[in-house]
């Protein structure tokens, strides 16, 4: 990737993107649409990322083996359901053939100083995530502010085997930034440098893909970047990505996500 050149940036944040529709009155119609766009002219995305309610709808659309992979959300968006409720929303969720599970931590009882709770729920989960279904954890970062707790979020998430820790879940106010971006990738160097990071809410242009895509050859290296280490979890970005590489104006910012 050439950071220089628009059309390569677009062309791999296309390849790094988890198209989502996570929104409160998401149809199945409008999921199957999101499904129907993740395969472009210039290439499929990484993923798309549903609610667990579609997952199997997703499937069946898009087949066994495709190249677009079916990420769904558990314990979204509060993070507060006991430990056995996610497990069982995960195991489900994968049956119905999803291949990640975006698992919300307890980050409100983290803020409280409680450690344990997210451990168990990380453990619980990746127990019940096996192979080759893929675990990112969202820590919502924004939610936790204080850069200490972000990194230490961050260390539990990988310590307890977090294949992705994701910044956000595009719910509250403050979602993915370049500072807890910095903090989290800070962390996955330490941890040796093999998990996955992605940001997810309010990333909506080629400019802003650029921006992640420079801290991370910053922190992790150049080359470092692909669909198995990074992810941009977003809706609207999709269209400044296919206005780029069509040279064309695109109106993807005023769009969600």
């Known amino acids: 990737m050439d ?9 791999a944040a296309l390849a790094c993107l988890d198209l989502t529709e996570l929104g409160d009155a ?22 798309v990322c549903i ?3 579609f997952v199997a709808t997703a499937r069946a659309r898009l087949g066994q083996g495709a190249p677009v992979r079916i990420a769904t959300v558990v314990n979204f968006p509060s993070g507060d359901l006991p430990v056995d409720a996610v497990v069982a929303e995960t195991i489900r969720a994968i049956a119905d053939g999803a291949d990640e599970i975006d698992l ?6 983290f803020i409280q100083g409680d450690e344990q709770a997210v451990r168990a729920m990380i453990r619980s989960v990746r127990a019940a995530t096996k192979a080759p279904a893929r675990l990112k954890t969202i820590l919502e970062t924004g939610e936790l502010k204080d850069p200490e707790l972000i990194a230490r979020a961050s260390e539990i998430a990988l ?13 509250v106010s403050v979602n993915a930034t370049p500072e807890a971006a910095r903090i989290m990738l800070e962390a996955i160097r330490s941890a040796g440098g093999k998990a996955g990071f992605k940001p997810a809410g309010g990333i909506r242009t080629v400019a802003d893909a650029r921006a992640y895509f420079a801290l991370c050859d910053e922190i992790m ?3 470092w970047v692909s669909p198995e280490t990074f992810r941009f979890g977003a809706s609207g ?18 769009e969600g996500y």
């Open 159 to 171: 310590d307890e085997g977090a294949d992705f820790i994701k910044t956000s879940t595009g719910k």
């Open 104 to 109: 919300v931590i307890p980050y409100r009882a």
């Open 3 to 11: 950071l220089d050149d628009p059309k390569s940036v677009a062309a």
């Open 237 to 254: 970005l999709l269209g400044d990505i296919l206005a780029t590489l069509e040279d064309r104006a695109s109106g993807a910012q005023g």
């Open 221 to 223: 290296g150049r080359g």
């Open 51 to 53: 609610w667990p309610r």
């Open 26 to 47: 998401a149809t199945e119609e409008a999921t199957l649409k999101l499904v129907g766009r993740s395969t472009t002219d210039y290439g499929a995305t990484a993923a």
